[in-house]
């Protein structure tokens, strides 16, 4: 069934919340560590679907920063449907700083009927760990209504 913009247009899903279990996540250096989870995500109505996070995540950094690191979001245990790294130039000993994310996936139509899918966004830091602190911390995702194919 096409989608009749202005006139049955579907609302977004929102989903809102901090780091898993609202805690201090520890990564050590060399594991894609989750430390953001939600889901399942279902749509509310069939039709083609992509996804957006954005949020910030509050990094803290030992007294030993590591090289750099990555952080990527992800469908449940699967691969990373996008990524980004560290600014080097803020990796400094015994710091703490903001990390914004802003991340999108690409449209799809089965992965948000049900059961729906779980959404991860995990950091993975070289040579030395990083802590990812719960204050501070969260993302939003939204599921939003893509053209129809």
Not at 45 to 73: D, E, H, L
Not at 99 to 106: E, H, L, V, Y
Request: hydrophobic content about 35%.
């Amino acid at each position: 069934m096409p989608n009749l913009y202005g006139v049955s247009t579907p609302t977004t899903v929102w989903q809102n919340t901090g780091t898993i279990g609202f805690a201090d996540i520890p990564c050590p250096a060399g594991v894609e560590t989750n430390v953001w989870s939600v889901g399942p995500i279902i749509a509310n109505c069939s039709g083609y679907y992509w996804v957006w996070i954005i949020g910030s995540f509050t990094i803290s950094i030992g007294a030993t920063p590591p090289g750099s690191y990555t952080y990527g979001a992800r469908i449940g245990a699967g691969s990373d449907f996008a990524s980004g790294g560290s600014p080097a130039q803020l990796l400094i000993a015994n710091s703490n700083f903001l990390q914004p994310i802003n991340m999108q996936g690409s449209i799809s139509e089965s992965l948000w009927r049900a059961p729906g899918s779980t959404v991860n966004v995990s950091f993975n830091p070289t040579g030395q760990g990083i802590t990812v602190r719960g204050s501070g911390s969260g993302c939003s995702l939204v599921l939003m209504r893509a053209p129809d194919q």
